[in-house]
């Protein structure tokens, strides 16, 4: 599978962003999508997950109640809406489609 982010950015605490990522390829296999975020220095983070047949969301404790994951299927089309950012928040953030990474997309909040 193929995976492309996009939607990164600077933005002020507090502010929202929404990422995108878009997959291509053997994609009638995922089960399982998520996104991951790595800051400089700290250890790779996975922030939020959804079983692509069930619809199940699962969350790191850090982004509960800000961040929502959803997909649309029909466009392969995976999502991280981050609300209510703050500067801990910046990292390079990945979508995943186990064993495939994307390229990243770096978000910085200020």
């Known amino acids: 599978v193929q995976l492309v982010e996009s939607g990164g950015g600077s933005v002020q605490a507090g502010g929202s962003l929404r990422l995108s990522c878009a997959a291509s390829?053997?994609?009638?296999?995922?089960?399982?999508m998520g996104w991951f975020r790595q800051a400089p220095g700290k250890e790779r983070e996975r922030v939020a997950r959804?079983?692509?047949?069930?619809?199940?969301?699962h969350y790191a404790d850090s982004v509960k109640g800000r961040f929502t994951i959803s997909r649309d299927n029909a466009k392969n089309t995976l999502y991280l809406q981050m609300n209510s950012l703050k500067s801990e928040d910046t990292a390079l953030y990945y979508c995943t489609d186990l064993p495939d990474w994307g390229q990243g997309t770096q978000v910085t909040v200020s």
């Open positions: 959804i079983n692509t047949a069930t619809g199940s969301r």
């Open positions: 390829g053997n994609t009638y296999t995922s089960s399982c």
